[in-house]
T-cell receptor, first 119, second 113 residues
Framework: DTGVSQNPRHKITKRGQNVTFRCDPI?????LYWYRQTLGQGPEFLTY????????KSRLLSDRFSAERPKGSFSTLEIQRTEQGDSAMYLC?????????????????FGSGTRLTVV | DAKTTQPNSMESNEEEPVHLPCNHS???????IHWYRQLPSQGPEYVIH???SNVNNRMASLAIAEDRKSSTLILHRATLRDAAVYYC??????????????FGKGTKLSVKP
């Protein structure tokens, strides 16, 4: 297992278009998280899944955002009708429930993110 | 989750120790202190965590004040690869948002050769 994988790494889209990002977590991790990060700020929590269930959504996650994790494996984050304010780095992370030590170490493992630019 | 306060930025010389402070005066008894760091163009990575006792691992040491209202992340010999934003985060082990990491702005560490 090579860690958390996010695709694409970069996405440029026109305002009003829909975009979808994919996250492949570490296979033994049952929790998956989405964060958004803008320049100069720390990552902001968006939502998280335990297996296939979406257990919490931040109020930052407007109606234009939807996340899924079918079968508790990979996850997708879709943004509909993109706006310039959606331009950010979208980060995915995974962990074990309770964050017990795994062969991948402790805590959350983050991917390298998808950088979205809305023009 | 309780709030933490960190300096916006710090500078260090290569191969010297670095002490990164974090204040968390409203910490509760079940809050763990976590440190993550974010290298340029990468996602954050776990560094260390602790509850009451000082902790050491291969990356760093964590010194926790006796009253737990502050802590210090110690990098024993800074290298250029340690230049990153360091985040100090409190998380309630038992509840809240089931462990969502809430990031602040962190401390941007610069390391000079």
């Amino acid at each position: 297992d090579t860690g958390v994988s996010q695709n694409p790494r970069h996405k440029i889209t026109k305002r009003g278009q829909n975009v979808t990002f994919r996250c492949d977590p570490i296979s033994e991790h049952n929790r998956l998280y989405w964060y958004r990060q803008t320049l100069g700020q720390g990552p902001e929590f968006l939502t998280y899944f335990q297996n296939e269930a979406q257990l919490e959504k931040s109020r930052l996650l407007s109606d234009r955002f939807s996340a899924e994790r079918p079968k508790g494996s990979f996850s997708t984050l879709e943004i509909q009708r993109t706006e310039q304010g959606d331009s950010a780095m979208y980060l995915c992370a995974s962990s074990l429930r309770g964050e017990f030590l795994s062969v991948h170490g402790y805590g959350y493992t983050f991917g390298s993110g998808t950088r979205l630019t809305v023009v | 989750d309780a709030k933490t306060t960190q300096p916006n930025s710090m500078e260090s010389n290569e191969e010297e120790p670095v002490h990164l402070p974090c204040n968390h005066s409203t910490i509760s008894g079940t809050d763990y202190i976590h440190w993550y760091r974010q290298l340029p163009s990468q996602g954050p990575e776990y560094v260390i965590h602790g509850l009451t006792s000082n902790v050491n691992n291969r990356m760093a040491s964590l010194a926790i004040a006796e009253d737990r209202k502050s802590s210090t992340l110690i990098l024993h010999r800074a290298t250029l690869r340690d230049a990153a934003v360091y985040y100090c985060i409190l998380r309630d082990f038992y509840g809240g948002s089931q462990g969502n990491l809430i990031f602040g702005k962190g401390t941007k560490l610069s390391v000079k050769p």
